[in-house]
């Protein structure tokens, strides 16, 4: 089955500072590739995703990009802010062309220092 | 209301004893998908339902795990004989479709077994 690492297990930044967290995943048939973020006590929540046929997406402070050859995304988040600390995961799909079948990395615990 | 609903969001109970958790999704959400996600982990699949019928259950880790979706709303997660092993916090998810559409969390039930 998929298989996702996620690093670092622990990010530390000064607000307005940049943050990336990368994955990888082993299944070259994944195809979709969200990223969530997870609050104390709350559920996950998408922030944003890619899909395969796109290399980069961006959403006001938030980018993804995606190498498929070397089956690796990223997460970069611009302009930190302390509301920007929680837990983020990364996940892919399993399947192919369904995504209903998440595998998430272990997560990365975001602290932005004011 | 409007997100995912899950009772209880925390219970505890004994070793051997057995144990409901209930999920109500997003009204006209068709998919519903059930995950647990461990201290310090990212969620992992256990199952889920297209409708009232159980799409995949793969993730189930052995027969004391159960779930059912009668009516295609509602779903009922049912945990048999408890183990220790089996504290963690349950998360509920809907979409819309299976393909299409963001992938809803709900705040989860904490299960603590002692």
């Known amino acids: 089955g998929e298989n996702v690492e996620q690093h670092p297990s622990t990010l530390s930044v000064q607000e307005g500072d940049s943050a990336v967290i990368k994955c990888t995943y082993s299944d070259s048939a994944s195809n979709y590739f969200p990223w969530y973020k997870q609050e104390l006590g709350k559920g996950p929540q998408l922030i944003i995703d890619?899909?395969?046929?796109?290399g980069e997406k961006k959403d006001q402070r938030i980018a993804v990009t995606l190498n498929k050859t070397a089956k690796h995304f990223s997460l970069h988040i611009t302009e930190t802010q302390p509301e920007d600390s929680a837990v983020y995961f990364c996940a892919a799909s399993i399947g192919g062309g369904s995504n209903y079948k998440l595998t998430f990395g272990k997560g990365t615990l975001l602290t932005v220092n004011p | 209301g409007a997100g995912v609903s899950q009772t209880p969001s925390n219970k505890v109970t004994e070793k051997g004893k057995y144990v409901e958790l209930r999920c109500d999704p997003i009204s006209g959400h068709t998919a519903l998908y059930w995950y647990r996600q461990s201290l310090g982990q990212g969620p992992e699949f256990l199952i889920y339902?297209?409708?009232?019928?159980?799409?995949?259950d793969s993730g189930l880790p052995n027969d004391r795990f159960f779930a059912v979706r009668p009516e295609g709303s509602v779903s009922t997660l049912k945990i048999q004989r408890t183990e220790r092993g089996d504290s963690a916090v349950y998360l509920c998810?809907?979409?819309?479709?299976?393909?299409?559409?963001?992938?809803?969390f709900g705040e989860g039930s904490r299960l603590t077994v002692l």
């Open positions: 339902f297209q409708g009232t019928g159980a799409a995949d």
């Open positions: 890619i899909r395969s046929n796109v």
């Open positions: 998810a809907s979409k819309r479709t299976v393909n299409t559409g963001e992938l809803f």
